[in-house]
């Protein structure tokens, strides 16, 4: 993968360009950036501009053979980890070698994909995949081998936050102190999940969300998309490329989600002193608890933002509000007077509790039947703030 094909993030390429041809590298970095900002596509093209020993932004006028292998995702001194889980194809201790082809086919088709992209690949969104201990092992074993090239050799780590205790504890003293011309690259979400004594012998290299115009650009060039079209949705996806490419196919989750929340909202709003009501917000419960724990968890982040952006409205931060509603009937500034300063921190905290309990394998329909019942009591609450 090029640095050219990389959407936006200039100063990054800079400062990651500049280091390899200044002989500046540290041997463990941490990318941290939130969804679809280009955290993995960029590690990538980094990792060729290394390998490869490319030189310019473009990442060309290097080794031609070894960028070939980079582009079919094979070059043997490139490994790769990521989360796992078992499934049809891997019945016990499952690695990432086991994926390899999952992987670069996830890669090659959504490369700012999400952690829910690649379980629904695997067909395992019902289970939490884990960088575990047995791929600890497997990653010790691989870089103790001299590079094949006789170069650098570049271990990425994709979604380190969910490295199992025992895993980051194994890895420690190879990450402080690695093998001759060995680079550990993480790649992380959430900073504040990954154990201290990794970030600490880590450096650290934070992306911020994509810019909009950055995000058109890139759309009108792929899906040769009208000049309006584009800002809309670049506009939508809120720095994020990978929703911006769902939002492309009519394919993005928030669609489902969207109809989930809103026959939520109105059954929670129906509820008080209405016994029918209940029994819609139990029912509710039940469809949801029969997804995935990765969907439902992406669907209660989706809700935390829903309600975050009511309060944005509410509050007349118009600019910030980037959500356009597609049910009928619904619209946003109708619902945003009954987000307010009295109740959004208890409905966020109520909404993060339930996604800790889900994330920790608690039953999720009575997990969200209980989420349900004090969604109720929190929407009728009136604003401090009077008029």
Known sequence: MLFSEIIGQEHIKNHLTQSVDNGRIAHAQLFVGPEGCGTLPMAIAYAQYLLCKNTGKENNNGNAACNLKFENLSHPDLHFAFPVTTSDKVKSKPVSKYYLEEWRELLKEQPYGNLFDWYKRLGVDNKQGLINVEEANEIVKSLTLKSYEGGYKVMLIWMAEKMHISAANKLLKLIEEPPNKTIFILIAEDEEQIINT?????QILHFPPLAENDIKNSLIKK??????????????????????CDLVYHD?????????????????????????????????????????RETQKQFLHFCVEFFRQALLMNYNANDLVYFEPKTEKFKLENFAPFIHDNNILEISEELQNAIYHIER?????????DLSIKLTRLLHKKSQTTA
Request: hydrophobic share 40%; net charge positive.
């Open 252 to 292: 993005s989750e928030d669609i489902q989600f969207e109809t989930w929340f809103i026959f939520w909202i109105r059954s929670a709003f129906k509820a008080k002193g209405n016994k029918a009501a209940i029994h819609d917000l139990i029912s509710w419960s039940e469809e949801i608890a029969k997804t995935g």
């Open 361 to 369: 394998n608690g039953n999720s329909k009575i997990i969200l039947t």
């Open 223 to 244: 899906y040769n998309l009208e000049d309006s079209v584009a800002t809309k949705i670049a506009h939508q996806a809120n720095g994020n490329y990978n929703k911006a």
């Open 198 to 202: 990794i970030k600490s012998r880590c």
